[in-house]
């Protein structure tokens, strides 16, 4: 099955807040990484956790909780340029080494 | 300073042929990967590079090859085309794969195959 969960699709008003989640399985979590796509572009590099807590980068915060194998993230003010896709990822442990696996990605739509 | 670039954008191929992709980064990156991403699947590992000289397997490696032709170069080869590898496919680059580490990866603009 799939190793990290997160919603397929959030909406939000413009300049409101959201939150999109995501649980990841815990055998041997080194880190959580966010990443930002926007439809017909590459992914792009938005905050990592390795430790319990918050990183603020601007409008945007990740947050994580290793006891509960979950994390978020929280874009704040939201604008419409952040309509977009955005992916959960960790390095799941294969065959001796160590593979990066990222979640289905949650679609999030901004309305005005 | 171009970051990951990626030939061709777009390719259409017939059952059966075969093509190579090429990347390349300017960053000086140690790692390099090769992803295909498929509506509602997310991003899946195809073949990593930890470093020059070296290429594994990743989640999704059946039906293709790959070189790392020098620090600056991975190439992903498809022998013999199939429907199942229509795909938008990225590379991607990270300065260091340190095990369980994870690192910032810098993703190519991808190429969009079409296998009819």
């Known amino acids: 099955g799939q190793s990290l969960e997160q919603p397929s699709e959030v909406t939000a008003v413009e300049g409101a807040i959201v939150q999109i989640n995501c649980t990841y399985q815990t055998s041997g979590f080194y880190g959580l990484s966010w990443y930002q796509q926007h439809d017909g572009g590459a992914p792009t590099f938005l905050s990592y956790?390795?430790?319990?807590g918050l990183e603020e980068t601007g409008r945007f915060s990740s947050f994580l909780s290793r006891s509960d194998s979950y994390g978020y993230l929280l874009l704040q003010e939201l604008q419409m340029k952040d309509s977009a896709s955005y992916f959960c990822?960790?390095?799941?442990?294969?065959?001796?080494?160590?593979?990066?696996?990222f979640g289905r990605g949650t679609s999030l739509i901004v309305h005005p | 300073n171009a970051g990951v670039t990626q030939t061709p954008k777009f390719q259409v191929l017939k059952t059966g042929q075969s093509m190579t992709l090429q990347c390349a980064q300017d960053?000086?990156?140690?790692?390099m990967y090769w992803y295909r991403q498929d509506p509602g699947m997310g991003l899946r590992l195809i073949y990593y590079?930890?470093?020059?000289?070296t290429t594994d397997k990743g989640e999704v490696p059946n039906g293709y090859n790959v070189s790392r032709l020098n620090k600056r170069e991975f190439s992903l080869r498809l022998e013999s085309a199939a429907p199942s590898q229509t795909s938008v496919y990225f590379c991607?680059?990270?300065?260091?794969w340190g095990g369980g580490r994870t690192d910032t990866q810098y993703f190519g603009p991808g190429t969009r195959l079409t296998v009819l």
């Open positions: 991607a680059s990270s300065e260091l």
């Open positions: 956790n390795a430790l319990d």
């Open positions: 590079s930890a470093s020059e000289g």
């Open positions: 990822a960790e390095p799941l442990a294969s065959g001796g080494s160590y593979i990066p696996t």
């Open positions: 960053m000086n990156h140690n790692s």
